[in-house]
């Protein structure tokens, strides 16, 4: 019943807190490689769907399926040992390290050298290769902190508003960034940046009160008359 | 699983300096008379037990004040055991090394799991292991059938082993040079591999480390039980050449006192802690021969400028000037 390209499934993902329900009943499929957005105003439930799918969060109801097996309940390190990483909001990299020592130490004990020479090529950080992170830019911190995500070749990615904080030059860069990985990486992004959300041009999930109101390819969503009314209305 | 690739090592400057320093050594016997041999073996041994405490607190970040815990529980291991159990000589110093390496290790296993699994870090780890200190001082002086008490034990054997006595001063000192050499160069391999990378993101930041799968409290736990270990060697090789043991190997001021050779050579750098122990012993020498009293007004001087002008000694600060220069080169 799962089709073969699909790589995570939600099926009525729900979460309440108290009388709350903060996500209603989600249901949706992401494929292999592709890369999708989550967009919505504050209090949508975007960073909560996040929080459930990595096993941060436990579900109130509904059913986590990744490659076909069952993920709701597991704790966070099991998730991610499938292959499920996830970046967060602030960027977190080890500055007294180098940019290549910073990709070793992420490798863990399945330390690989032509992945991580793939991976620097892949951030765009090979001139800075040998430079201690702390002299990163705010962005290409960012990109660092992806790049050590992919040392563990995740099959689905999880980033928390990746741009936050970054310059329009560097949103830019990001997104052209992101959309290098379709095709090798699952990667689900959280945004509520518009430009950049326009410019990555991916598959767009719109959250509102918890609940999906569209999802599709983003020149859809863009001409939807409901989405258009509860957020692209409101900028 | 694919084995795991080993991490390159390329040649750094520590370990040339760490090379250039074990030669230098090395012919100390051609030029010093015995008296001052004995000496330069004593400031080895006293090297090592900085070393040992610069594979901690240099490369975690963790400042142990009870080192000299562990350099005690060497001493008063290999002391007991030569003294007080009547073995056969040809072998009582190698089971005297063992006991004392041993103790040190196992003390530190048991301490240090309960203080790093506890999740006791920072200034709290600190304090945890002045105690620490303390309360092995205390033992040393109160449990005195075994350990001698205030006055100590007198008349630990020249070290010996598979039939050979170092007994000489230019073998003592050949001998403390080589365990000097073996650790510093182990201790270098070591920590500029991928084991001394995951430390080192230890010290930025313990948690995310955590989340990229490590086991943290057990890499920090290895490093200060292999640094305890090392400490416990330094004390026992130590005493074989003084020839006795007394409660001040064990006491608070030798913690302080190592704590100081470390941050003179620069934590962090392993080579510096050995040629930051040689500095501080010769600056000793040479200014409480001119007044009694100046000694620790200079050490007083020394914290005052480690403070303002270079926090992690001045060893480190030379070290960073030499990479800006060699980087400014690559690229102009």
């Known amino acids: ?235 | 699983m694919t084995a795991t690739p080993v991490r390159k090592r390329r040649f750094r400057l520590p370990t040339m300096i760490a090379i250039v320093l074990v030669a230098l050594l090395a012919m100390l016997p051609l030029l010093a008379n015995a008296y001052a041999l004995n000496n330069y073996r004593d400031v080895a041994l006293l090297g090592l037990f900085a070393l040992s405490l610069d594979v901690f607190w240099g490369r975690t970040g963790i400042l142990s004040f009870g080192h000299a815990t562990f350099f005690g529980l060497g001493a008063y291991g290999m002391a007991v055991t030569t003294i007080q159990f009547g073995l056969d000589p040809a072998w009582a110093s190698l089971a005297g090394l063992g006991a004392g390496v041993l103790l040190a290790a196992v003390v530190a296993l048991f301490v240090g799991y309960f203080i790093l699994y506890g999740g006791v870090r920072g200034a709290y780890f600190t304090i945890v292991t002045l105690a620490l200190t303390l309360i092995a001082g205390h033992i040393a002086v109160g449990w005195s059938s075994v350990t001698g008490g205030d006055s100590g034990l007198i008349g630990v054997p020249p070290f010996s082993a598979f039939g050979y006595t170092f007994y000489d001063p230019v073998s003592s000192f050949y001998l403390a040079l080589g365990a000097l050499a073996l650790c510093l160069f182990g201790s270098l391999w070591v920590m500029h591999g991928r084991f001394g990378l995951v430390l080192k993101a230890i010290q930025d930041d313990e948690t995310k480390v955590r989340t990229l799968g490590y086991k943290t409290q057990w890499i920090l736990l290895k490093t200060f039980v292999g640094s305890a270990a090392m400490a416990g060697l330094a004390g026992a090789l130590y005493v074989t050449g003084t020839g006795f043991v007394a409660p001040d190997l064990i006491a608070l001021l030798l913690s302080t006192e190592v704590i100081i050779w470390v941050a003179v050579g620069g934590s962090g750098t392993l080579v510096g802690a050995v040629i930051g122990t040689a500095i501080v012993w010769q600056l000793q020498v040479k200014i409480s021969s001119i007044s009694f009293a100046a000694w620790p007004i200079a050490i007083g001087v020394f914290f005052i400028l480690m403070v303002l002008v270079f926090p992690k000694g001045p060893a480190d600060w030379i070290l960073r000037r030499v990479r800006a220069w060699q980087r400014k080169e690559k690229t102009s």
């Not at chain 1, 799962?2 to 949706?28: C, I, M, P, W, Y």
């Not at chain 1, 330390?111 to 951030?123: K, N, P, Q, Y």
Request: charged share 25%.
């Open chain 1, 1 to 235: 019943m799962t089709d073969t390209s699909s790589v995570l499934q939600l099926e009525g993902v729900t979460r309440k807190f108290g009388s709350f329900t903060a996500v209603k009943d989600v249901t949706e499929t992401f494929r292999q490689g592709e890369l999708n957005c989550i967009i919505g105003p504050n209090g949508a439930g975007k960073s909560t769907l996040l929080n459930m799918i990595c096993g941060t969060l436990p579900l109130s109801a509904g059913r986590i399926s990744f490659e076909g097996q069952p993920i709701q309940g597991l704790p966070g390190e099991r998730i991610a040992e499938l292959g499920i990483a996830r970046k967060f909001q602030v960027p977190s990299v080890f500055p007294s390290l180098t940019v290549r020592e910073n990709l070793e130490v992420a490798a863990g004990l399945r330390g690989d050298d032509a992945l991580l020479e793939e991976v620097l090529d892949r951030i765009l950080l090979r001139d800075e290769a040998n430079r201690p992170a702390a002299d990163l830019a705010h962005g290409k911190k960012q990109w660092l902190e992806i790049g050590m995500a992919l040392m563990l070749r995740p099959k689905v990615l999880l980033l928390d508003e990746p741009t936050a904080g970054l310059s329009v030059d560097e949103t830019r860069a990001t997104a052209d960034f992101l959309k290098e990985l379709k095709g090798k990486v699952t990667v689900i992004v959280i945004e509520h940046d518009m430009a950049f959300v326009r410019a990555l041009d991916a598959h767009t999930i719109v959250l509102h009160l918890g609940e999906v109101i569209a999802a599709g390819a983003f020149a859809q969503i863009e001409a939807n008359e409901m989405v258009k009314d509860v957020y692209l209305g409101r900028r």
